[in-house]
């Protein structure tokens, strides 16, 4: 595939970001779906990914350089798709298991919860990230599970970037 150079498919990888966190804030603001502590997680790894593909797509690596940021934003890829897994896991957990609910990360920082509180709450999610609020009605897949094939394909395009000639 050579007639895809470098340049243009780390454009396309930020483009793709720069749709997600549009369909993230489309279902915050439109559909009115409040996002747990792992769906913001998960938008703040779309984004750092697509800054990262951003940033390579402005600088236009030479060999070194762009096996550099292809890794870089699969590794950030990477970590946002645990934080879907996480929010999965808690989604297939039984009702019994599932962890108490916590109020919102805004209310936290506002009402100046401790730091420790609410980094743990980011990192490992509550109550609320086990609540299924929307399900692709054709597929079936709800919203982590969608993060998740997102993040795949960030990922393996990267990891193509990175290794590719």
Known sequence: MKYLSTRLVYLYIFLFTVSMIAIALYMEHVMM????????????????????????FLHNPAEKGKFIYGLTAAGL????????????????????????????IGYMIETDFPMADILKTLFS???????????????????????????????????????RK
């Open 33 to 56: 779906l409040e996002p747990c502590p792992l769906c913001i997680m998960q938008r703040v790894f779309f984004i750092a990914t697509g800054l990262a593909s951003l940033a390579a």
């Open 77 to 104: 890829a990477l970590a946002g798709s645990g934080f879907a897994i996480r929010q999965i896991y808690l989604q297939h957990l039984p009702p019994d298991e599932i962890p108490a609910c916590l109020p919102s």
């Open 125 to 163: 999610g509550d109550g609320n990230c086990a609540e299924v609020l929307w399900v692709d009605p054709v597929i079936g897949l709800g919203i982590p599970q969608w993060a998740l094939v997102g993040f795949a394909m960030l990922a393996g395009t990267c990891v193509w970037q990175a290794i």
